[in-house]
């Protein structure tokens, strides 16, 4: 018999609605990482947060809201695979199970294509497409498919066009999609949904990194804003909590429409 839903439609997104989920953040120390962890745990889950800065994701968990659960930090390096290995046996001795995770870490610089070098190349699709492959195949292997249950999002990026300069960040976006696409398929009669987010240009700390001024970058977007990461977080808690039980192998799209202008002259 197929799985039937449980949820009320009033209840999207409730104090409560994640109570008994255990839930891993990667990139949890900042940006859509942070607020992600800190939405999911005053929803109710039970969250560990990834990162390779244990002060940044000290700072996270210092912020966790009153009554929520304790937010468990675990630095880490997810390019590393045997390190990613000891930590899910951490996750694993400690929560019993995964049911939720968020790949949210990431990273890349802007260059031109023709300047980008082998390893320059390998350094972002190592952060961008390998770790989460690893991360979310060996949870699903070790704790989804033996429970019988599981949401993955993955978080990707737009425009869906082609953006100079993000030649080799964009390739590994890409693949992710697809691979989200292709396990929301293989993974389906497990009780597991994938799904991934694509964000429009988010005001960060690492965003201010790239030393661009919001009044100007606004003016390419149709509603004349920079997102926030409290706003990519909401559509990543949507699709964990039960209203999102339909939803699988897509990518979302919450970008303030900049897939759909043109550039700004």
């Given at each position: ?58 700072e ?24 990613v ?12 199970r ?41 949870l ?26 993000m ?99």
């Open positions: 018999m197929s799985e039937q839903p449980t949820f009320d439609p009033s209840d999207v997104l409730r104090p409560g609605c994640l109570t008994g989920r255990v839930a891993v953040v990667t990139g949890g120390g900042s940006g859509i990482g942070r607020a992600t962890a800190l939405l999911l745990a005053r929803l109710g889950a039970q969250v560990v947060i990834l990162g390779r800065r244990a002060d940044a994701l000290e996270t968990r210092a912020l966790a809201p009153d009554g929520a659960l304790e937010v468990t930090a675990i630095p880490v390096d997810l390019r590393e695979f045997a390190d290995d000891a930590v899910i046996d951490r996750i694993l001795a400690l929560h019993g995964v049911d939720l995770l968020v790949n949210n870490a990431g990273g890349q610089f802007i260059a031109p294509a023709e300047s980008v070098s082998a390893n320059g190349f390998r350094a972002v699709t190592r952060l961008n497409l390998d770790a989460p492959w690893y991360l979310t195949t060996r699903a292997a070790r704790s989804m498919i033996p429970n019988g249950y599981g949401k993955v999002v993955s978080v990707t990026m737009t425009p869906l066009r082609g953006i100079p300069g030649a080799h960040s964009s390739a590994a976006r890409a693949a992710v999609e697809s691979l989200t696409r292709t396990l929301a398929v293989e993974w389906a009669p497990h009780g597991i949904r994938l799904a991934a987010v694509a964000p429009g240009i988010v005001h960060t700390q690492a965003w201010e990194g790239y030393g661009l001024r919001p009044a100007d970058v606004s003016g390419v977007i149709p509603l004349r804003r920079l997102q926030q990461p409290e706003e990519v977080a909401g559509v990543i808690a949507f699709l964990l909590s039960p209203a999102g039980d339909y939803v699988t192998g897509t990518t979302i799209v919450a970008d303030g429409g900049w897939n759909l202008a043109g550039p700004s002259l």
